[in-house]
């Protein structure tokens, strides 16, 4: 059974507990007529359905905290959690439920930390995991092309909590900033400029360091590798995209380079 299997038969707060369980519990609890049932197992720390739940419920989560943080949720920010949604092909109760778990993020007495710990918990060592829930998160805060005061310090203490260096962070901002560039550029200059930052290097790299870089990037977002380390299926699409755009942008620059 998958993840959203067991959500939806009335088992994910027990399967998981802690803040997690609680925040999906209360998104999903009313779809019960006797609320959540205690039946079933509980998975163990690591299981692939455990985790899967776990970056499901902080993603949308966390995206909903981001967008909040510097006091409003822009037009831009909430098309960024459609655009997520759609991409996910979510059916009409996963929805709600995603949009439920975004307004929980919004709250004022959301348990940052606590949801944070949990996941760093679940997650164990999957940085390729992390790494994904930073880029959909950090997405969200760059919407609107802008990364906010208040944006930029809630995404450094979420980092921070998930273990991700400052340096680290500064890097994937420049990623997700480039990937956006990199689909909306018209002017080939701008468009180069973006693949760059999409690959995570800098325009003076030379051919082989550029193939490394592209190649690194392209193990760490297949999305086969990121299901097999709890990326729920749903969002097989975004890695797939990611990947998709990462080969175009080496392509572009391999051209251009050539000519």
């Known amino acids: 059974m998958s993840w959203w299997g067991?959500?939806?038969?009335?088992?994910?707060?027990?399967?998981?507990?802690?803040?997690?369980?609680?925040?999906?519990?209360?998104?999903?609890?009313?779809?019960?007529?006797?609320?959540?049932?205690?039946?079933?197992?509980?998975?163990?720390?690591?299981?692939?359905?455990?985790?899967?739940?776990?970056?499901?419920?902080?993603?949308?989560?966390?995206?909903?905290?981001?967008?909040?943080?510097?006091?409003?949720?822009?037009?831009?920010?909430?098309?960024?959690?459609?655009?997520?949604?759609?991409?996910?092909?979510?059916?009409?109760m996963q929805r709600k439920v995603a949009i439920r778990l975004f307004n929980e993020g919004k709250s004022d007495n959301f348990p940052l930390q606590e949801v944070l710990a949990q996941f760093r918990k679940e997650a164990f060592r999957r940085t390729s995991l992390v790494q994904m829930l930073l880029e959909i998160v950090a997405a969200t805060a760059l919407a609107d092309g802008t990364l906010h005061t208040h944006e930029r310090r809630s995404?450094?203490?979420?980092?921070?909590?998930?273990?991700?260096?400052?340096?680290?962070?500064?890097?994937?901002?420049?990623?997700?900033?480039?990937?956006?560039?990199?689909?909306?550029?018209?002017?080939?200059?701008?468009?180069?400029?973006?693949?760059?930052?999409?690959?995570?290097v800098s325009a003076e790299v030379d051919d082989a360091d550029l193939k490394r870089a592209y190649r690194r990037q392209m193990s760490q977002h297949h999305p086969d590798k990121l299901v097999a380390k709890g990326l729920p299926e749903e969002m097989i699409d975004i890695a797939t995209r990611k990947t998709q755009d990462i080969k175009a942008a080496y392509d572009l620059l391999r051209k251009a380079r050539q000519s």
């Open 6 to 92: 067991k959500a939806v038969g009335g088992t994910f707060g027990f399967m998981l507990g802690g803040p997690l369980g609680a925040l999906m519990g209360a998104a999903i609890g009313n779809y019960f007529d006797g609320g959540l049932s205690a039946q079933g197992s509980r998975l163990g720390p690591g299981d692939t359905e455990r985790v899967q739940s776990a970056f499901f419920t902080t993603t949308f989560a966390l995206m909903g905290y981001v967008a909040k943080s510097d006091g409003k949720v822009t037009r831009d920010e909430i098309a960024v959690a459609e655009r997520v949604m759609g991409q996910m092909q979510l059916n009409a």
């Open 155 to 200: 995404l450094e203490q979420i980092a921070a909590a998930l273990g991700v260096s400052a340096t680290r962070l500064e890097a994937l901002l420049a990623r997700v900033s480039g990937q956006a560039g990199f689909e909306t550029a018209q002017a080939s200059a701008a468009k180069l400029k973006a693949a760059y930052e999409l690959l995570g």
